[in-house]
C-alpha cells in the first residue's frame, strides 16, 4: 500500500503528466510519444519496488500463529507501546479509599507504557505539571511548606519518579489531611498535560467508568476492542485508515481478512488464495451466509486472540465493537446477533443480509451510508430500524459513494477511478470522527454530542429517517 497511499499518488501522476509532455516535445509524434510515456513510467513503477525499495528502511513486521486451527489474515494493534502495567477492568470496583502514591506511580508508568505516545514522551512533563499542581493545592490551602520544592529531574524516567515520589511522601506526611484532594489534583494534572483526549482519568463516586480498575477503585485506562471486517473482495487493509484513528485512540483493532472472500490472499503457507465466494455472489441466500461467516470469524478471533496475541491481557472482551464495510457490515449485524460479546455495530454502507430476531436488538448500533439511490440497502435498513430497540443511528453522507468509507479514495486518479464529489480527506475525517464519537459514547463511557444532531461542522451528515423522507 505504500505507492498507493499519501501524496505519492499524485507525485506519480503529475511525474507521468510531465513525462509525456517531455516525450511530445522530443519525439513530436502523438502514438509515439505515448508509447514512450507508458514503457518509461512502467519500467519506473516496476524499478522502485524492485531496485529502490529494498534498499530503504524496512517495516517493522510481527507474525504470530493464531492458533492450531489459523484464521488466516487476522492482524491485531493498538496505538499504545507495548510492555503495559495496566491491569485490565476486573469487575466492579470497591470502595473508594484516598488516592495513594501508589495510584499516582500506576497511573505515570500507565501513560509511558501504554499511551499511544509514551514510547517518545518526555516523562517529565508529566512529572513537572502534577508537582504544579500539588504546589498550587498547598497554596490554596494556605499551607507553606519547605518541603514542597520540585527535585531535579535527570530524564531517567525511574529515576525521576523515584525523586518525585520521595519528595511527595515528605509532603503527604506533613499534611494527611490533605492526602485524598493532593493525589487527586496531581494525577488530573498528569493527565491533562498530554493535551488531548486519548486518556481519560476518572474520579468519583457512582457508577465506575468501564475503562476505571485498579487496587483503590481508581484508574487510567487505555483500552477498547474494535473488530473491522472488509466488503467482498477486498482486502481489510482498504479500512487501514479508520484503524489507524482507532488505534491511535487507544482502541485495540483487529481486522479479519476472511480466507476467499478476497480477490488476492496470502495465506500462512504461502499459497494465493483467490476470490472463490466472488463467483457465487449472484446465488441464492449467499448474502446471508457471508454474513454468518464473518460472525463466526469474529467469535473465533475473540476466543483465541487473548491468549495468542502478546497485548491480549488488555483485551476487555466485554467491551467489544464491530465495525464492517458493504457486506462486512452484515457480518456486524450478524455478529451481535451471534455473540453478546458484541456490544456495538457500525454498518458502512451495506445491505443488512443479516436478520435481527423479532424479539429486536437492543445494543447500540448505527449506519453510515452514501447518498446512492434507494434500493435494497435502504430497505434492508428500514427493515432493521424497527428493530433496533436500543441507542441507534442512521447517517447518510452527501457526495459518498459506497467505497468512499475506505481507503480507495486515497488512489482516485492514480490506480484507481474517483469515487462520489466527496474528497477524500473530508470522507476519512467524517468516518473517522462519526465512528469514534459513537465508540467513544458507548465502549467508554464518554460525553459525545456529535452523533446526537446535525453538526455546522459537518453539513454533508444528514440525520435519518427524518432528513432523508424515508421510514
Not at 507521468?16 to 516525450?23: E, I, R, S, Y
Not at 484508574?219 to 479500512?239: C, F, I, Q
Not at 452527501?398 to 492514480?414: C, L, Q, V
Amino acid at each position: 500500500m505504500f505507492g498507493a497511499r499519501g501524496i505519492l499518488p499524485i507525485a506519480y501522476a503529475a511525474f507521468a503528466v510531465v513525462l509525456g509532455v517531455t516525450a511530445g516535445m522530443l519525439v513530436r509524434r502523438t502514438l509515439p510519444a505515448m508509447a514512450l510515456t507508458l514503457a518509461v513510467f512502467a519500467g519506473i513503477q516496476l524499478a522502485v519496488p524492485l531496485a529502490v525499495r529494498p534498499h530503504l528502511m524496512p517495516p517493522v513486521t510481527q507474525t504470530f500463529e493464531l492458533g492450531e486451527t489459523n484464521v488466516d489474515g487476522v492482524w491485531a494493534g493498538t496505538g499504545t507501546a507495548a510492555g503495559t502495567v495496566c491491569a485490565p477492568p476486573q469487575g466492579p470496583a470497591g470502595t473508594e479509599t484516598a488516592t495513594t502514591i501508589d495510584v499516582i506511580e500506576q497511573a505515570y508508568f500507565c501513560i509511558l507504557g501504554d499511551y499511544y505516545g509514551g514510547a517518545t514522551l518526555d516523562a517529565r512533563s508529566l512529572l513537572i505539571a502534577g508537582f504544579a499542581a500539588l504546589t498550587r493545592e498547598l497554596d490554596r490551602n494556605g499551607r507553606d511548606m519547605p518541603e514542597a520544592v520540585m527535585p531535579a529531574l535527570t530524564g531517567d524516567r525511574k529515576a525521576d519518579w523515584a525523586a518525585f515520589a520521595a519528595v511527595y511522601r515528605k509532603i503527604i506526611e506533613r499534611v494527611p489531611e490533605l492526602r485524598d484532594r493532593l493525589g487527586v489534583v496531581t494525577l488530573e494534572a498528569m493527565v491533562a498535560s498530554l493535551g488531548d483526549d486519548h486518556a481519560t482519568w476518572v474520579h468519583g463516586s457512582g457508577e465506575r467508568h468501564p475503562d476505571q480498575y485498579d487496587g483503590d477503585g481508581y484508574g487510567l485506562g487505555l483500552t477498547a476492542n474494535v473488530v473491522l471486517s472488509p466488503g467482498l473482495g477486498e482486502p481489510v487493509s482498504m479500512l487501514t485508515s479508520l484503524a489507524e484513528d482507532l488505534a491511535s485512540r487507544g482502541y485495540v483493532v483487529a481486522g479479519i481478512d476472511p480466507a476467499y472472500e478476497s480477490y488476492a490472499m496470502t495465506l500462512a503457507d504461502g499459497r494465493i488464495a483467490e476470490c472463490l465466494a466472488c463467483d457465487s455472489a449472484s446465488d441464492p441466500g449467499f448474502g446471508e451466509e457471508v454474513a454468518e461467516g464473518r460472525a463466526a470469524d469474529v467469535s473465533f478471533v475473540l476466543d483465541r486472540l487473548p491468549s495468542v496475541w502478546r497485548g491480549g491481557d488488555r483485551i476487555d472482551l466485554s467491551r467489544v465493537a464491530m465495525a464492517g464495510h458493504l457486506i462486512g457490515g452484515a457480518g456486524a449485524v450478524a455478529a451481535m446477533v451471534r455473540d453478546s460479546r458484541v456490544r456495538t455495530g457500525v454498518d458502512l454502507d451495506g445491505v443488512t443480509y443479516a436478520r435481527i430476531p423479532k424479539g429486536g436488538l437492543s445494543r447500540p448500533f448505527m449506519f453510515i451510508g452514501s447518498d446512492r439511490p434507494a434500493g435494497e440497502r435502504d430497505r434492508t435498513w428500514s427493515r432493521d430500524w424497527r428493530l433496533l430497540t436500543g441507542w441507534k443511528r442512521r447517517l447518510v453522507v452527501s457526495g459518498a459513494e459506497p467505497r468512499s468509507f475506505t481507503d480507495y479514495p486515497h488512489t482516485a486518479g492514480a490506480l484507481q477511478p474517483v469515487y462520489g464529489t466527496l474528497p477524500a480527506a473530508r470522507a476519512a475525517e467524517i468516518t473517522r470522527t462519526y465512528v469514534a464519537a459513537f465508540l467513544d459514547r458507548h465502549l467508554k463511557g464518554r460525553r459525545q454530542p456529535l452523533p446526537d444532531q446535525p453538526s455546522p461542522r459537518y453539513p454533508e451528515v444528514r440525520f435519518c429517517p427524518a432528513a432523508c423522507g424515508r421510514a
